[in-house]
């Protein structure tokens, strides 16, 4: 029986390995263009994937950096990111039996994404990699209450490398 404290790489992180150019919008009127790239790539033994961020959410630049693949106690991982304002943020990653992608955490994820008007307690994000792994998906939608979602921001990204 193997031993419950070892852990062993998991190779579904590896699906969103490389390099993508990103294209999307914050939903809203005006909608609010973002354009950029994102790496992902596997740190060596395949338990961490670090994920570069650089895009443009409407006129304000925004670099980050994420290591995802701590575990989190609850089957799932922690993505921790840090950007280029000084934020740090915290979001859990479930990865379901169709490797869709879960990411979900508080409402102080992506700053530069939000909207004034809009008060937000919770995001969720849903990112399907394509079958060719040629292109991925990711719809963010936000709560005010936890309870009822609305629709945030639609993100495209098209493989690179």
């Known amino acids: 029986m193997p031993d419950p404290e070892v852990r062993t790489p998991d190779d579904r992180l590896s699906a969103i390995a490389g390099r993508w150019q990103t294209s999307g919008h914050v939903?809203?009127?005006?909608?609010i263009p973002v354009v950029g790239t994102d790496i992902y790539e596997v740190l060596p033994g395949g338990y961490f994937l670090v994920h570069h961020v650089d895009v443009a959410v409407g006129d304000q630049h925004v670099r980050a950096i994420e290591v995802i693949g701590e575990p989190d106690?609850?089957?799932g991982y922690l993505a921790r990111s840090f950007d280029s304002q000084g934020n740090?943020?915290?979001l859990h990653l479930?990865?379901?039996?169709a490797g869709i992608f879960h990411f979900a955490g508080g409402g102080d994820i992506a700053p530069a994404a939000r909207r004034k008007n809009a008060p937000t307690?919770?995001?969720r994000s849903t990112l399907s990699i394509a079958g060719n792994r040629?292109?991925?998906?990711a719809r963010w939608e936000r709560s005010d209450d936890g309870t009822t979602w609305h629709p945030w921001m639609d993100i495209a990204f098209a493989r690179r490398e």
């Not at 040629?134 to 998906?137: D, E, K, L, P, R």
């Open 121 to 123: 307690a919770r995001v």
């Open 94 to 97: 479930t990865i379901d039996k």
């Open 88 to 90: 740090a943020e915290l």
């Open 73 to 75: 106690g609850e089957g």
């Open 134 to 137: 040629s292109s991925m998906t």
């Open 27 to 31: 939903i809203g009127e005006p909608p």
